[in-house]
C-alpha cells in the first residue's frame, strides 16, 4: 500500500514548480507584475452614476468598455475645468474656487 504525505506546498503543481525553479538564477525569476496584469487606476468617478447620465441622456445601453471611456473623459475634462477654475481663483486673489471662476473657464474651454 502507498503510502501518502501530507501536502505542505499547496497543489502538486505548486511543488513541481518549486523543484523546477529552484535550478534557475535568482535573477530569471523576477517577472514585473505589470508583465502579468493589466494595472489600471482607480476611477474616482462611480461607472453607475456615468452610466445613469447616459441613460437619461438617450443612451438605451451602455457598454462596459463605454463606459469606462465615459469615465476616463469625464475625469479629465473635469481636471482640466478644474485646473483653468484654479487659476481664475488665484488671479482674484482667493484660494477658493467659485462658480464664476468655473463658468469663465467652461467659456475658455
Do not use: C, W
Not at 496584469?37 to 482607480?42: G, L, T
Not at 461607472?47 to 469615465?71: M, P, Q, Y
Amino acid at each position: 500500500m502507498k503510502r501518502v504525505l501530507p501536502n505542505r506546498f499547496g497543489k502538486p503543481s505548486d511543488t513541481v514548480l518549486r523543484n523546477k525553479m529552484r535550478h534557475f538564477p535568482k535573477k530569471f525569476l523576477y517577472i514585473p507584475i505589470y508583465f502579468l496584469f493589466e494595472v489600471r487606476n482607480m476611477a474616482d468617478l462611480p461607472i453607475a452614476a456615468v452610466v445613469r447620465i447616459a441613460k437619461k441622456n438617450g443612451a438605451e445601453r451602455v457598454g462596459s468598455d463605454a463606459a469606462e471611456a465615459l469615465v476616463i473623459k469625464a475625469e479629465k475634462y473635469i481636471a482640466q475645468l478644474t485646473k483653468e477654475s484654479n487659476k481664475l481663483a488665484e488671479h482674484a486673489g482667493r484660494k477658493t474656487i467659485k462658480k464664476e471662476d468655473v463658468d469663465l473657464a467652461a467659456k475658455s474651454n
